[in-house]
């Protein structure tokens, strides 16, 4: 298995769940990210993770919760979520500082 | 901080016929990447096109070519005989420390 993959591909949760997204990366890449991509917007960087270590955390909500515990695989885990928060939340590796970042598939939640 | 804008929200182009896809960016840092990602539909980001900001020539890969104007500030993408594949939303993208998107362009060919 190569590339970035992300799962589950759909996901529809009430706002009290709490449910997780995994993303694994088969590149030999050292950094992750999570974005996400709402109806009509830009994309959104949420978190970067360099070498396991959180770098960046863009005024994300506490709701949402990256976990990272090697350097192939990152998770977000949601709970209590709003309505809003329904969008394609995408994936991506690359090296540290490098050049271009490969992205998964995406996760698109739904919050009802 | 960085700035990506794309002011094109939509653009058609005639099957076969070359289309260019605007973007500029704000940046005060000498050293920077600037990306083409292409997003079909069915929601991936596909990497299409890098150029860097040291590099002298611009970037090509295949039918994609990166017109770049470094004291313009500006990365616009060419895409050359349009096939009726390429429609999809095109995002551009900068890269300092992390990479961060426009509002991307949707491009329509018509057959």
């Known amino acids: 298995e190569t590339g970035v993959t992300q799962t589950p591909r759909h996901l529809v949760m009430g706002m009290t769940n709490k449910k997780s997204l995994k993303c694994e990366q088969h590149l030999g890449h050292n950094a992750m990210y999570w974005y996400k991509q709402s109806a009509k917007k830009p994309l959104e960087l949420m978190f970067v993770?360099?070498?396991?270590?959180?770098?960046e955390n863009n005024s994300v909500p506490s709701r949402f919760s990256p976990e990272c515990p090697n350097s192939s695989h990152l998770f977000l885990h949601l709970h209590t979520l709003q309505p809003e928060d329904s969008a394609l939340y995408l994936c991506?590796?690359?090296?540290?500082?490098?050049?271009?970042?490969?992205f998964g598939q995406g996760t698109r939640l739904t919050v009802v | 901080a960085q700035k990506i804008t794309q002011t094109q929200p939509g653009m058609f182009v005639q099957e076969k016929e070359a289309v260019t896809l605007d973007c500029t960016y704000d940046?005060?840092?000498?050293?920077?990447?600037l990306f083409w990602y292409k997003q079909p539909s069915s929601g991936e980001m596909i990497f299409l096109i890098y150029?860097?900001?040291?590099?002298?020539q611009n970037a090509t890969e295949g039918r994609y070519s990166l017109n770049f104007q470094k004291a313009r500030k500006s990365a616009n993408l060419v895409i050359s005989a349009s096939q009726l594949g390429d429609s999809a939303m095109y995002f551009c993208a900068m890269r300092e420390q992390d990479m961060r998107f426009g509002a991307g362009t949707r491009l329509t060919v018509k057959p």
């Open positions: 991506a590796s690359s090296q540290v500082r490098g050049t271009e970042a490969f």
């Open positions: 940046t005060s840092d000498p050293s920077y990447g």
């Open positions: 150029q860097g900001s040291y590099d002298q």
């Open positions: 993770y360099n070498f396991k270590e959180q770098t």
